[in-house]
């Protein structure tokens, strides 16, 4: 008889050492680049309130997972979803069912160091103070990892309610409350944006020369304007970014005129291509997720878990 482990949403967050989310995310991201993992197109089963989404994926050397995680209308908060799920590991070599975990805290951590790898790619090493825009769980996870990793460099938070982007910004030792987005975005050489927005919370005229953007959120609507995808040099996680209609693809990458090109992220960190060509040059990574991502987090708080001895284990 098989055992899976179970792991509950604080042993999930727990498991998911930031360190070993990003290198294992880094080695997911390459092999998308190389086509080297095996990701079916997104499937979901939608009701008169919400959906069901199920996204296997397998990456080499990592593992076989699938998500399924359900995106229902927040009646607590008018125009907000709730994303709630599991994330199932499977063995490799033989398709043992190794462990049940939350989709939750492993979906907000490897998206924030997807985010985090992209400007370490393609920032410049100069751009000074980050600013994160939004004070959802996204953006406190995109904080929270910034201050595990760099504790040092100024992070300023914007949201549209004081309150809650000061409880945000005190996740970050450097940590500071900007008067509004716009104030925020001027002054930072990296911008993460991290919203539920349906429409453009970032104006390409306050961007500098310069800055990099990595945007996460916009599941509903574009986060960025127009004028910011036009004038910038564009990343994405997968081609399928900018080639599938939403919400697979970015609202922000429909429709691109022909010839422009994206990038993957994972071409920028395996070497074949040198991403950021200038100091002056605009670069934006768009995140719209993959599965491939998924399997590596899964990977890590899996190998966590199990040498800390966390977790139930339960029969089969």
């Given at each position: 008889?098989?055992?899976?482990?179970?792991?509950?949403?604080?042993?999930?967050?727990?498991?998911?050492?930031?360190?070993?989310?990003?290198?294992?995310?880094?080695?997911?991201?390459?092999?998308?680049?190389?086509?080297?993992?095996?990701?079916?197109?997104?499937?979901?089963?939608?009701?008169?309130?919400?959906?069901?989404?199920?996204?296997?994926?397998?990456?080499?050397?990592?593992?076989?997972?699938?998500?399924?995680?359900?995106?229902?209308?927040?009646?607590?908060?008018p125009g907000r979803s709730?994303?709630?799920?599991?994330?199932?590991?499977?063995?490799?070599?033989?398709?043992?069912?190794?462990?049940?975990?939350d989709a939750e805290p492993?979906?907000?951590?490897?998206?924030?160091?997807?985010?985090?790898?992209?400007?370490?790619?393609?920032?410049?090493?100069?751009?000074?103070?980050?600013?994160?825009?939004?004070?959802?769980?996204?953006?406190?996870?995109?904080?929270?990892?910034?201050?595990?990793?760099?504790?040092?460099?100024?992070?300023?938070?914007?949201?549209?309610?004081?309150?809650?982007?000061?409880?945000?910004?005190?996740?970050?030792?450097?940590?500071?409350?900007?008067?509004?987005?716009?104030?925020?975005?001027?002054?930072?050489?990296?911008?993460?944006?991290?919203?539920?927005?349906?429409?453009?919370?970032?104006?390409?005229?306050?961007?500098?020369?310069?800055?990099?953007?990595?945007?996460?959120?916009?599941?509903?609507?574009?986060?960025?304007?127009?004028?910011?995808?036009?004038?910038?040099?564009?990343?994405?996680?997968?081609?399928?970014?900018?080639?599938?209609?939403?919400?697979?693809?970015?609202?922000?990458?429909?429709?691109?005129?022909?010839?422009?090109?994206?990038?993957?992220?994972?071409?920028?960190?395996?070497?074949?291509?040198?991403?950021?060509?200038?100091?002056?040059?605009?670069?934006?990574?768009?995140?719209?997720?993959?599965?491939?991502?998924?399997?590596?987090?899964?990977?890590?708080?899996?190998?966590?878990?199990?040498?800390?001895?966390?977790?139930?284990?339960?029969?089969?």
């Amino acid at each position: 008889m098989s055992e899976i482990l179970f792991l509950d949403g604080a042993r999930t967050r727990a498991a998911l050492d930031p360190r070993r989310v990003l290198d294992a995310l880094t080695t997911a991201l390459v092999a998308i680049g190389r086509d080297e993992v095996s990701v079916p197109p997104r499937i979901a089963a939608h009701t008169p309130h919400g959906l069901l989404g199920a996204m296997p994926g397998h990456v080499p050397g990592l593992g076989l997972a699938a998500k399924l995680v359900s995106v229902f209308a927040d009646p607590k908060r008018p125009g907000r979803s709730s994303h709630r799920g599991i994330v199932a590991l499977f063995d490799e070599t033989d398709g043992r069912p190794l462990a049940l975990m939350d989709a939750e805290p492993l979906t907000e951590i490897r998206t924030a160091a997807t985010a985090t790898l992209s400007a370490r790619a393609l920032a410049r090493p100069d751009a000074g103070e980050v600013a994160v825009v939004g004070t959802g769980a996204q953006a406190r996870a995109q904080i929270a990892l910034l201050a595990a990793l760099d504790p040092e460099t100024p992070v300023v938070v914007a949201g549209r309610d004081p309150g809650r982007a000061g409880s945000a910004a005190a996740l970050h030792p450097a940590g500071r409350v900007a008067g509004s987005v716009e104030e925020g975005v001027r002054g930072a050489g990296t911008v993460f944006c991290c919203t539920g927005a349906v429409r453009p919370v970032i104006r390409r005229a306050w961007l500098a020369p310069g800055t990099h953007v990595s945007s996460v959120g916009g599941s509903h609507g574009p986060e960025l304007d127009p004028d910011t995808v036009r004038d910038a040099t564009l990343f994405a996680e997968w081609h399928g970014a900018a080639s599938t209609r939403p919400p697979s693809g970015a609202h922000e990458l429909q429709d691109l005129p022909p010839g422009r090109t994206v990038t993957l992220l994972g071409q920028v960190l395996g070497g074949t291509h040198p991403g950021r060509r200038a100091d002056d040059e605009l670069t934006l990574f768009k995140s719209t997720g993959h599965a491939a991502l998924d399997v590596a987090a899964a990977h890590v708080a899996y190998t966590v878990a199990r040498a800390e001895a966390w977790g139930t284990r339960v029969a089969m």
